[in-house]
């Protein structure tokens, strides 16, 4: 059958199902289009203040009385974080504004330029942006901050699926960073970790018992959600009570209009655009079927909250793990679990399954062991063994685990 004539053509849907005018004010010209409906300039920047406002967290619910309440915005200077940090200043920060509802405001950027060959250092346009304005602190900190070698680190050896321990020959944290994401078998495991280290950045400076908010929009919500359960984080689809996402119901279309007529300079995203990494796929099919579709990312972003995790209520489980390498909640025996569910080749079988020793995979969540092992679809020079440092938390909580597990044996000095 052929489709020329054109009756036989599908209708495409208008583009949007009233006039030409706000349906909002219904008086001034429409001058943008939010899913099917028609803005003007000022309704629409009433729009998104209503759903950030919305968002944002009673401060009871997080300060007791005699805390301050502090107010911690991760700020990547990207679209998302950008369209935030304005928000948050023109809500809190604004003339006239009777007591402040949050204060002190910090913004947190973590510098990524070591990570990639040939980006420049931004801090020093972050430095303008935030200092654009009133009553908000920048707090800056770098990807390599989070290897202080200063305490040796410890390194993981890749060539095995337990991850037994090695030692880290870096010098400098720069280095160290170099080589940890040199070691990782895949373009997805090295934007994993970059975003790893960065969460874990911000989520170590600032004050444990503020919420941190974070510029995902709705877009990019519902990118990481689908590339998240992909590499098998799952596990953690709801965040941790501290991290808040005012702008979850706020489409990235509308973040760069809003952008645009605010003036702000977000900052180009930083190193390749990764798309020969899960991240990159699963961003470039959710963008373009949400342009014909464009409740797409809404409906994965609503279908996602209602998923919740199993967390482990067994008395066998143990008490809850934390990863040693992400901090986020993880489930137990990660390597019990993928020999039921994965199909694996070993190098190396059996006996050695049953040795103990130091391995570290155990210790791991799923996504960040998978982030690990997994093989790159061409191999580099494959029998070079992948020594991996890792980030300076990692090694003290590994020391701590391994400590505990030795207690018993070891007699106290004074005996
Ligand atoms: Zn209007
Ligand atoms: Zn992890």
Redesign the pocket.
């Not at 390498?325 to 986020?328: D, G």
């Given at each position: 059958m052929s489709c020329e004539k054109p009756e036989d053509v599908m209708p495409r849907k208008p583009r949007h199902d009233r006039g030409k005018t706000c349906h909002k004010c219904k008086t001034q010209p429409g001058q943008l289009i939010v899913r099917h409906f028609v803005y003007c300039k000022d309704c629409f920047f009433a729009h998104v203040h209503s759903k950030f406002r919305r968002q944002m967290p009673a401060r009871e619910a997080y300060c007791q009385p005699e805390q301050e309440p502090s107010l911690s915005v991760a700020f990547s200077g990207g679209l998302g974080a950008s369209v935030l940090l304005d928000l948050v200043a023109r809500t809190y920060r604004r003339e006239g504004a009777r007591k402040p509802v949050w204060s002190p405001i910090t913004a947190y950027y973590v510098e990524t330029c070591a990570a990639y060959d040939g980006v420049p250092d931004a801090v020093e346009h972050v430095k303008e942006v935030v200092n654009g304005y009133r009553g908000i602190e920048l707090v800056v900190l770098r990807l390599e901050d989070a290897f202080d070698t200063q305490t040796p680190l410890l390194a993981l050896s890749l060539a095995d699926e337990r991850l037994p321990l090695s030692s880290s020959s870096s010098a400098t944290p720069t280095d160290a960073l170099r080589a940890h994401l040199a070691a990782l078998p895949t373009p997805t495991a090295r934007l994993q970790a970059i975003s790893?280290l960065t969460y874990a950045l911000v989520l170590r400076a600032a004050p444990s018992h503020a919420p941190i908010l974070f510029g995902t929009h709705l877009t990019a919500l519902a990118v990481s959600l689908i590339s998240g359960v992909a590499h098998g984080a799952g596990y953690n689809l709801t965040p941790p009570a501290r991290i808040v996402r005012p702008l979850c119901e706020i489409s990235a279309k509308e973040c760069a209009a809003y952008a645009h007529w605010r003036a702000l300079r977000p900052l180009r995203s930083r190193g390749p655009p990764g798309m020969d990494s899960v991240l990159g796929i699963t961003r470039d099919f959710i963008v373009r079927l949400d342009r014909d579709f464009p409740s797409t990312v809404s409906a994965v972003a609503r279908t996602c909250a209602k998923v919740v995790p199993k967390r482990d209520s067994s008395s066998s489980a143990g008490a809850p793990l934390t990863?040693a390498?992400?901090?986020?909640p993880?489930q137990h025996g990660v390597l019990e679990w993928k020999t039921r569910t994965a199909i694996r080749s070993f190098s190396s079988d059996s006996e050695q399954d049953k040795t103990e020793g130091t391995a570290v995979a155990e210790e791991?969540?799923y996504?960040?062991h998978t982030m690990l092992t997994s093989r790159a679809r061409v191999r580099g020079p494959s029998d070079v063994e992948q020594v991996l440092p890792v980030p300076s938390w990692t090694s003290s909580t590994i020391r701590a685990r391994m400590r505990e597990s030795v207690k018993d044996f070891i007699l106290d000095d004074e005996d």
């Open positions: 790893n990863c390498l992400c901090e986020r993880a791991l969540c996504a960040c």
